[in-house]
């Protein structure tokens, strides 16, 4: 949602000024930042009291010679008062503004606080991007990590639905399934990771205060399964001083589907003025199908419904303390798959059984600070649990027990599914430093504990004996349902994956010559993986690697470098040099469970940052060094399986730019392109694949992905303005996988999106159209793994849709 300035609670102690900043951005959510290194230093007045960050900011800096000036909605630039200037009376609070592009008066030094010690962005040795929560309207919010892909070129994900999907970020790719191996984007919620060895679980935007990407491996800060970067999304805390809340809602209709509805509050209750707070929030959705079923004469079968909510405690006992208790939790239902097949039409595909889908989250996290100046002191511990069931349709196999034996050519069709039970618990405590110019340093430890189970079984229903049908030389061949309730349950082998990790990392950034910054950092870590067989013997599970059964451990050190320049105080440029790894672990193949390596990223990178008055500009370029990847696979049954294919190495180039020409007008754009390629090839045997894996580029590595983007904001009269926005972005070709079963082309399309919002901070009136030229496209060239080699299987955008929403405050 879009959230708008108002009075919080602010305590600012007498202090200097760039940790003054950090704190009252924290206590207001505004973006507060300066250009010129001499003010880091200056002392501020203490401050307390329920004000917005603009009266804070002017009674904090009377007296020591510098300003604040409001150049955007929430956002303002400190800067030294003119010369000769008399004081400055205390001003008004702003009038609420919409939140759009910030004028073109001047840049602010915006802080990325997911360096863990709050680095300003013109100081960060490296690639970053930052999306203002303020920026969401509720039809974003509603996307979850698909707002995200859309803003960010470097970002893409698989599409094979809402829960079940993998991020990847800047060409760092491994494959198209979800199997046992660590993600390769670390994904965070506040200070607790969401994810392991599991999906992304959608979850969705609504009222965050902002989402940081960092591009290339976090090794050093972020540990294991950051080898293409890190996402985190910061949500916005309890207000401890006032009440409000906020409620929105919204109606879609498809063109060639069911229409879509939505909705949503949010609380914000003081319990005990001044030190408790609790915020909450709640909403659901029920997404309209759009994908046909010929074989079962169904339409509009691939509805998705979602409820979740979030709740949130704040406790300020005073000295510097601060203590954060959350929960979050969401469900996502889907009735059936949302993918097609060319030959029965752009939307519809010829199927014998439902395929749903399931997906559950949830995550309890606390977070205890203490802050001494520019110190700051964090401890937090969290715990998620994640459940995820697939069906997908195949044909039955003649004898589960012996997977070498092929279904014959008219198999019935059956139903084969997965679930994934995921638990993780994670500490960590870190002591951060944060100096001028970028300076500081950081200590901290921390523990991980993981567990993934995986079971697997085939549905059989013995009064079909009928062909699953399909699609045959453009021919739709008709298919016969079943009642699932006459099916037997056969189970297949599963797996449970058990990783702790214990950790020690460090960094520090220190300023050997005026304008230049040198950061170092190491970090070690010792893991201790186990694994263990489900649902069959277990002499038979590891009768092919007995070697799989027992415990091993891993202990990893990852150094990191990297070097800034300042020439000017709008132009950085950096290079860094950093490393990253995943654990091995055992994962099944057919009905015998085998071992995986881990895997480990070298990159390197260079690159600049310009930030104007009306325009910024970033540029970075990496080449990257892969050495035993693991990727999931295709089994002989069509499960996802994991494997070591090789090493590797991908070239990346990224261009991104804002240009703001007027005020109220912010355009941008963004290329990113790759060049992905195997060096080395492991020999995989798989009785569905040639004996070796071609040397050619990666999974889902697309060459080429770009955006163009406008926000425009005008006054209509002193209580309403209108906002428009809008974005076109380009998804280049990529491959579905590796090997000669999987190496099918996806991707190259246009996906484009505007909205259009009349109202003001209270209340307001939206409309928003996407996929404007109703263009179809392929996102994921998969359905079900079990019919990949007979059925050219595709996932089209959503259709044409318009949506009409409302948002209200109080």
């Known amino acids: 949602m879009i959230a708008r300035e108002r009075a919080a609670d602010i305590r600012l102690a007498e202090t200097r000024l760039d940790a003054a900043i950090r704190i009252l951005s924290s206590q207001s959510g505004a973006s507060i930042g300066f250009r010129d290194p001499a003010l880091a230093g200056i002392r501020i007045r203490p401050v307390r009291g329920q004000m917005t960050a603009g009266e804070a900011l002017d009674r904090a800096l009377r007296g020591t010679g510098a300003r604040a000036r409001r150049v955007a909605a929430a956002t303002y630039l400190v800067e030294r008062a003119p010369a000769l200037a008399r004081p400055a009376p205390r001003r008004a609070p702003p009038p609420p503004a919409i939140a759009g592009p910030s004028e073109p008066e001047a840049p602010i030094e915006v802080v990325v606080t997911a360096t863990k010690r709050d680095i300003p962005l013109g100081a960060y040795p490296g690639g970053v991007q930052i999306v203002a929560g303020d920026s969401l309207s509720a039809a974003d919010a509603m996307q979850g990590t698909g707002a995200i892909e859309a803003r960010i070129a470097s970002v893409v994900s698989t599409h094979l639905g809402p829960g079940r999907n993998k991020l990847f970020v800047r060409g760092i790719a491994d494959s198209s399934f979800v199997g046992p191996t660590q993600a390769t984007v670390g994904q965070y919620w506040g200070n607790s990771r969401i994810t392991y060895s599991a999906p992304d679980p959608n979850l969705r935007l609504y009222d965050v205060q902002s989402i940081e ?19 985190r999304v910061v949500p916005r805390a309890p207000d401890l001083i006032n009440f409000g809340g906020a409620a929105w809602g919204g109606i879609t209709g498809v063109q060639h589907g069911q229409p879509t509805v939505d909705g949503g509050t949010i609380v914000n209750v003081p319990l005990i003025e001044d030190k408790l707070a609790f915020r909450g929030l709640a909403f659901g959705s029920i997404e309209g199908g759009y994908i046909d079923d010929l074989g079962r004469g169904l339409r509009d079968v691939n509805r998705v419904r979602t409820v979740g909510g979030r709740g949130a405690l704040r406790f300020d006992p005073g000295d510097g303390w601060m203590v954060d208790l959350s929960g979050v939790g969401q469900k996502i239902r889907g009735d059936d798959s949302q993918y097609a097949e060319r030959g029965a039409g752009d939307l519809a595909r010829v199927s014998s059984i439902a395929q749903p889908f399931r997906s559950d989250y949830w995550l309890a996290d606390l977070v205890v600070r203490k802050r001494w100046d520019d110190l700051e002191l964090t401890s937090s511990l969290g715990y998620a649990r994640q459940y995820v069931f697939e069906m997908f349709e195949g044909q039955a196999l003649a004898d589960p027990a012996a997977p070498e034996v092929k279904p014959v050519f008219d198999a019935p069709g059956t139903g084969y599914s997965q679930t994934n039970r995921i638990s993780m618990l994670t500490f960590e405590t870190r002591l951060a430093q944060r100096g001028p110019n970028g300076t500081g340093w950081l200590l901290a430890a921390s523990l991980l504990r993981n567990e993934a189970r995986v079971q697997r079984r085939m549905d059989i229903a013995p009064t079909l004996a009928v062909s699953a049908g399909g699609v045959t030389n453009g021919t739709v061949v008709p298919s016969r349902a079943y009642s699932w309730s006459a099916a037997i349950f056969e189970p297949m082998t599963g797996v449970t994956n058990r990783v702790e990790e214990a950790t020690l990392y460090g960094e520090v950034t220190v300023e050997p010559a005026p304008r230049v910054t040198l950061t170092l950092g190491s970090r070690l870590t010792h893991a201790s993986l186990a694994g263990y067989s489900e649902d069959v013997p277990v002499a038979l599970a590891f009768r092919v690697d007995p070697s799989a059964r027992g415990t091993r451990s891993e202990t990893r050190l990852l150094p990191s470098a990297a070097l800034a320049w300042r020439p000017t105080d709008e132009l950085t440029l950096f290079a860094r040099l950093q490393q990253g790894f995943r654990p091995g672990g055992i994962a099944v193949r057919q009905n015998f469970i085998q071992r995986f390596q881990g895997d480990r990223v070298t990159t390197i990178e260079s690159g600049g940052r310009y930030i104007g008055h009306n325009f910024d500009l970033a540029l970075s370029g990496s080449w990257t060094n892969w050495k035993h990847i693991q990727a999931d696979v295709i089994d002989g049954f069509g499960f996802p399986t994991t494997a070591n294919i090789g090493d590797g190495e991908v070239f990346s180039l990224g261009l991104a730019g804002r240009w703001r020409p007027v005020p109220g007008l912010e355009l941008d754009a963004s290329v990113y392109l790759n060049d992905s390629s195997v060096t080395r090839r492991d020999v995989i045997l798989l009785p569905i694949d040639a004996p070796a894996i071609p040397a050619d580029r990666l999974p889902n590595v697309a060459d080429a992905t770009a955006r163009l983007g406008f926000a425009y904001t005008a006054d209509l009269s002193s209580d309403a303005a209108l906002s428009l926005t809008g974005h076109a972005r380009y998804v280049g070709q990529s491959t579905l996988g590796i090997g000669p079963i999987l190496e099918r082309l996806q991707g190259d399309y246009l996906d484009t999106m505007l909205e259009a919002r009349i109202g003001n901070d209270r209340r307001s009136l939206s409309l928003a159209l996407t996929n404007l030229a109703d ?36």
């Open 213 to 231: 990407v960092l591009e290339g491996p976090q090794g050093t800060l972020y540990g294991a399964g950051s080898l293409g970067g890190v996402v």
């Open 775 to 810: 263009s179809r496209g392929n996102r994921f060239a998969l359905g079900s793994p079990f019919l990949i080699r007979d059925r050219d299987q595709i996932t089209p955008l959503r259709p044409r849709a318009i949506r009409i929403g409302f948002d209200l405050a109080f």
